[in-house]
């Protein structure tokens, strides 16, 4: 049987191309023989399951422990009826160890015990009656919440002194969040804000992308099953649209060799994976999903509508700057800032934050087009000004960021313009002070730059030709579009203030400024 990339759940090595496991967890192993408790949390479809998985089944067939992976989620639907849930959860275990530990490793019967009590009874009964030390990874802890979570972690925590022959030697939390973010309704917060009562943690870790070698090494599989070669700037272009984010190369290449390049005798190329790159856009699959819904959370949109708006992050509480971090919607460059995640991400964070704009747009007659269906900037310009002044103001309303709300206007705009056949490129961080647009269609480029004249700034037009300049000379340009939205008090309605002017850069390109 061929194995394939893999999309969905955890990775069997006999059906999916897969990395070693533990090269990407070097410290648990350590933890594990130091008899810690710790906490793993990383965002979704990183392999978190898969990695600690294997690394059980690893460390049970070297002799040493009976490990196991067991899940918290099936205890998520009673948040406060502890009991309930411990039923729930203890019965799935045992069937989980049915099918990952052998026959003499399997545990005893779970004592009965009063609700509140049976998860604690049972991981007693399971540490003394197993022949080895008894290693515990408690996958989807933080898909619990409020009394079934605090029962959950306080049992643990009263059985913890008597590891590691009368409770588990080792045992880790597994999920999206790390222990402070996990989520009880008290005290005014939906969240615990602290370690208690997990202050027994040694150690918070993380799972980390893949390297740009990595996903070589993933993609070469590919190429020893099969004979289909991932050239090596396809390799370089899939790291850099999604930073090695696994389900995202995962997914990048299950389009590319399953939808997109059947024929094995046909290499990948960079112009294929910007291919499957918009297919994997425009399905948001679950994954993409699952990060979406998060962009409406009040603590999400702290973060991140000041990178669209390219200013200073205002005064955020660092736990929510986590928060973002562990969602795996940002990260932090080298350089020390936060930046989106990666350019995957980028793109669908504003196409998804525009949709209500865009089903909101009216009609519009493609003007724009030549009679060979090539992009005519001037044209553009023309629908852009006339869009802009009739339909501006009412469009605003519709944005779900209100600090980019003309931005996403102009994105849905020149969304409905590209609409398949073309591509827009957007560049946004913190205290950048714009938004840079590259719209290429039919062979054609234009580069654009969005800015904000607000109250008590100066008039931005000279930073922003400075600014344009710059970019246009990345992409090798001679013209392009300001577009500089005056949103100071006291300004008269978008149909009468929208007017254009021509400018010179620096450099001497030629600009078309749009005073919106």
């Known amino acids: 049987m061929p194995r394939w990339f893999n999309t969905a759940g955890p990775c069997n090595p006999a059906d999916h191309y897969m990395l070693p496991a533990e090269e990407r967890l070097p410290a648990v192993r350590d933890l594990v023989d130091r008899k810690a408790y710790f906490v793993l949390h990383a965002p979704r479809q ?17 002799g040493r422990y009976v490990a196991v992976l067991v899940s918290a989620e099936v205890g998520a639907p009673f948040p406060d009826d502890p009991g309930a849930a411990e039923l729930a959860m203890l019965a799935e275990w045992r069937g989980t160890a049915g099918s990952q530990l052998p026959a003499d490793l399997q545990p005893p019967p779970f004592p009965d015990a009063p609700p509140g009590q049976r998860v604690g009874a049972a991981l007693r009964a399971w540490a003394r009656a197993a022949p080895r030390p008894l290693v515990v990874f408690l996958d989807e802890a933080d898909a619990l919440r409020d009394a079934t979570l605090v029962s959950l972690l306080r049992q643990i925590r009263s059985g913890y002194p008597d590891r590691p022959r009368d409770f588990p030697h080792a045992l880790a939390l597994v999920g999206l969040r790390d222990v402070r973010d996990y989520k009880v309704a008290s005290g005014g917060s939906d969240r615990l804000g602290t370690s208690s009562p997990f202050n027994i943690k040694v150690e918070s870790l993380t799972l980390r992308n893949f390297t740009r070698d990595e996903v070589a090494a993933l993609y070469a599989q590919h190429t020893a099953d099969t004979g289909q070669v991932f050239r090596p700037d396809a390799v370089d272009r899939a790291f850099e649209l999604t930073q090695g984010q696994p389900w995202l190369v995962n997914a990048l290449a299950r389009q590319l060799v399953e939808v997109l390049v059947k024929d094995r005798a046909q290499p990948i190329t960079p112009a294929d994976v910007d291919r499957a790159k918009e297919i994997l856009i425009e399905r948001q699959d679950t994954h993409l999903d699952s990060l979406v819904d998060r962009l409406r959370e009040p603590r999400t949109r702290a973060v991140i509508e000041p990178m669209l708006a390219g200013t200073a992050l205002p005064s955020v509480p660092p736990d929510d700057i986590r928060f973002a971090i562990d969602l795996g919607l940002v990260r932090m460059t080298a350089e020390g800032g936060l930046d989106i995640a990666n350019p995957i991400y980028r793109e669908i964070v504003v196409r998804e934050l525009a949709f209500p704009i865009r089903a909101s747009l009216p009609q519009i007659k493609a003007t724009w087009l030549t009679q060979d269906g090539r992009l005519d900037a001037d044209r553009l310009l023309d629908a852009f000004l006339s869009f802009w002044r009739q339909h501006g103001e009412p469009l605003l309303g519709a944005a779900p960021y209100h600090e980019i709300a003309p931005h996403l206007v102009v994105m849905a705009f020149l969304h409905r313009v590209v609409n398949g056949g073309g591509t827009i490129e957007r560049e946004y961080a913190i205290g950048r002070g714009r938004m840079d647009l590259c ?9 654009i730059e969005l800015k904000v004249w607000r109250d008590g700034r100066p ?4 930073e922003g030709l400075a600014q344009l300049d710059e970019y246009m000379a990345g992409l090798g340009l001679l013209r392009g579009w300001l577009i500089l939205f005056d949103q100071r008090s006291g300004q008269p309605p978008i149909a009468e203030r929208t007017r254009r002017e021509l400018a010179l850069s620096p450099a001497g390109r030629e600009v078309v400024v749009i005073r919106a």
């Open 46 to 62: 990183i392999g978190k399951t898969t990695s600690l998985r294997t690394l059980a089944r690893d460390l049970t067939a070297e």
């Open 459 to 462: 008039d931005p037009l000279g």
């Open 439 to 447: 719209v290429r269609y039919a062979g054609e480029t234009l580069a």
